[in-house]
Structure formats: structure tokens, C-alpha cells
């Protein structure tokens, strides 16, 4: 988008991608600002889940009830702690995704396809979803599945496919985790020795 601006010639199939990504993550950013302020959106958005959730777990489990009113205490929690700055919040997020998008983008383009890139946006936004299911951590496993099977069916092959993702997720989930290790050790010894002070007691 920089050099578009800037009057560099860029592929038309670059500069749609752009302009897909933008559309998308702006909406993004407006139902994060939508759920923050307003309560019906998230409150139906319960009541589906839930009535969701009792169809498939009917005769199993007791009924769920409540989701709604959780959801919305949970909101509010979270808008305390943030404060003024949800709106800070909002974009920072909204920011993530879409470097996080931009760097799936990326993996496709290296591997020479060239695919529709709203059907790109629909993977990437379903396989985060699949993300949040707790079955393993950080979706390891379900996601590069998940995202390398929508991949092709958004028209990639499937050997670019699943080299696409798994360079994405080389770079968007494993290569931050090789900085635990480091922020460990450095933490361990400029804090080694250091123990709390104790309450003093008075008489």
C-alpha cells in the first residue's frame, strides 16, 4: 500500500489484496468498538451459542444457561481494567490480525500462487476461529490442517498449500516462542537473589 502511494508500480493482484485486507480489518475494528459499547450484538450472540451448545450436548449434559449475562459481565470486566484506553485496545488488536494476515499473504506469494484474496481472508478468519477450540495449544495441529484443507479449496495446490501454512505458522507462531527461552534465563539472572521483602509487623 506504501508504494502504491508512493507511485511505484505494483501488481493489480497485490493492490486488490490490499484493499481486501484493509476492508476486512476495519470491520474488525468496528465490532470490537460495536461488543465494547453496545450490549444486544453480544447478548444474541449467547443465546445462539447457547441454545447451540444444549442441541448438541441434549440428554448428555445439563442444560447451559446464563451464557448471555456471563458474556456481558465478562465485557464489562474487561472494559474496567481497560478503561479509557479500550479504544487503544481495539486498533492494537485489530493491528495484529492484520500483520498476521499480511504474513500468510506473504507464505502464499513465495510459493508463486496467486489465489482470490477475499477466499484467502475467509480461510484465515475460519481457521482462527478453529484456533480458539481448547484442544491443543494454540491450535497446533488444527490450524495448519484446517487452513492448509481451506487453502485448497480456495484454489491453491495442495503442496503450495500446506508449505504456505506451514512457513506462516513458522513465522507467526513458532519463531515468537523461541524468545521464552532467552527472556528467561535474563530475567533468572538479573532478578537471582532478589526474594520480597516481608510485611513489616507492628507491636
Known amino acids: 500500500m506504501a508504494a502504491t502511494i508512493a507511485g511505484a508500480p505494483v501488481s493489480p493482484g497485490l493492490v486488490h489484496t490490499a484493499?481486501?485486507?484493509?476492508?476486512?480489518?476495519?470491520?474488525?475494528?468496528?465490532?470490537?468498538?460495536?461488543?465494547?459499547?453496545?450490549?444486544?450484538?453480544?447478548?444474541?450472540?449467547?443465546?445462539?451459542?447457547?441454545?447451540?451448545?444444549?442441541?448438541?450436548?441434549?440428554?448428555?449434559?445439563?442444560?447451559?444457561?446464563?451464557?448471555?449475562?456471563?458474556?456481558?459481565?465478562?465485557?464489562?470486566?474487561?472494559?474496567s481494567v481497560l478503561g479509557k484506553n479500550w479504544w487503544q485496545a481495539v486498533l492494537l488488536t485489530t493491528g495484529r490480525l492484520g500483520f498476521d494476515?499480511?504474513?500468510l499473504l506473504a507464505a502464499l506469494r513465495a510459493t508463486g500462487t496467486h489465489p482470490r484474496p477475499s477466499v484467502v481472508l475467509l480461510a484465515y478468519a475460519t481457521a482462527n476461529v478453529i484456533a480458539l477450540v481448547p484442544v491443543t495449544p494454540g491450535g497446533?495441529?488444527?490450524?495448519?490442517?484446517?487452513?492448509?484443507?481451506?487453502?485448497?479449496?480456495?484454489?491453491?495446490?495442495?503442496?503450495?498449500?500446506f508449505l504456505a501454512t506451514l512457513a506462516y505458522r513458522l513465522v507467526s507462531y513458532w519463531l515468537p516462542l523461541s524468545a521464552g527461552a532467552p527472556a528467561y534465563l535474563i530475567f533468572r539472572h538479573r532478578y537471582r537473589g532478589a526474594a520480597p521483602r516481608p510485611a513489616r509487623t507492628h507491636p
Open 19 to 79: 484493499y481486501v485486507g484493509i476492508a476486512g480489518f476495519c470491520l474488525v475494528a468496528i465490532f470490537g468498538v460495536i461488543i465494547l459499547n453496545t450490549d444486544r450484538p453480544l447478548a444474541a450472540a449467547g443465546r445462539a451459542a447457547q441454545g447451540l451448545a444444549n442441541r448438541v450436548t441434549h440428554g448428555r449434559r445439563p442444560p447451559l444457561t446464563g451464557l448471555d449475562t456471563r458474556l456481558l459481565a465478562d465485557r464489562d470486566t474487561i472494559k
Open 101 to 103: 494476515f499480511c504474513c
Open 140 to 161: 497446533l495441529g488444527l490450524v495448519e490442517a484446517s487452513l492448509g484443507g481451506l487453502l485448497i479449496l480456495a484454489g491453491v495446490h495442495g503442496g503450495d498449500a
